[in-house]
């Protein structure tokens, strides 16, 4: 484990925002952070970031991951691979905490997701279409 009490071993380094978020384990893969990043869920200092934005020691990073934000501080760029245990040691989380009523909602959210039906994709079915035509009063009995 790094010697924690000097300057930290990536003080000066920078390195990209993709490869970062995969050695920080944030995503399991450097794909999948660039693919995120992408798609604007990744934010660097409360912009969005393309995965090639190098980033520095202090930077504040939002990720959304499914429903939720996480707000990490990073404290440190690694040289190389770290263990899950001290991967968690180069950034620090800032995300507040949810009140459990908010928490109880989101799980009253997701079951009520589950249960409505999907819509479904391309052209509707005659059964279907048949439906809409009644609910929008155009369909002859």
Same mark, same amino acid.
């Given at each position: 484990?790094? +010697?924690?009490?000097? +300057?930290?071993?990536?003080?000066?380094? *920078?390195?990209?925002? +993709? %490869?970062?978020?995969?050695?920080?384990?944030?995503?399991?893969?450097? &794909?999948?952070?660039? /693919?995120?990043?992408?798609? #604007?869920?990744?934010?660097?200092?409360?912009?969005?970031?393309?995965?090639?934005?190098?980033?520095?020691? #202090? $930077?504040? =990073?939002?990720? %959304?991951?499914?429903?939720?934000? /996480? *707000?990490?501080?990073? %404290?440190?760029?690694?040289?190389?691979?770290?263990?899950?245990? $001290?991967?968690?040691?180069?950034?620090?989380? *800032?995300? @507040? &905490?949810?009140? @459990? &009523?908010?928490?109880?909602?989101?799980? =009253?959210?997701?079951?009520? &997701?589950?249960?409505?039906?999907?819509?479904?994709?391309? /052209?509707?079915? %005659?059964?279907?279409?048949?439906?809409?035509?009644?609910?929008?009063?155009?369909?002859?009995?």
């Amino acid at each position: 484990m790094p +010697d924690r009490t000097a +300057d930290p071993p990536g003080a000066g380094r *920078t390195m990209r925002l +993709d %490869k970062w978020l995969k050695l920080a384990r944030i995503f399991p893969s450097r &794909e999948q952070a660039a /693919r995120e990043c992408e798609l #604007g869920r990744v934010k660097l200092n409360e912009q969005v970031a393309k995965a090639s934005k190098t980033v520095n020691v #202090g $930077d504040v =990073l939002t990720v %959304k991951i499914s429903h939720h934000y /996480r *707000t990490l501080t990073i %404290k440190e760029i690694p040289t190389r691979g770290l263990s899950a245990k $001290d991967a968690k040691l180069i950034y620090e989380e *800032t995300t @507040p &905490e949810l009140s @459990p &009523e908010t928490l109880e909602l989101m799980k =009253l959210m997701k079951t009520a &997701e589950r249960r409505l039906p999907r819509p479904a994709k391309g /052209r509707p079915t %005659k059964k279907t279409r048949r439906q809409l035509e009644s609910w929008r009063g155009q369909r002859r009995a």
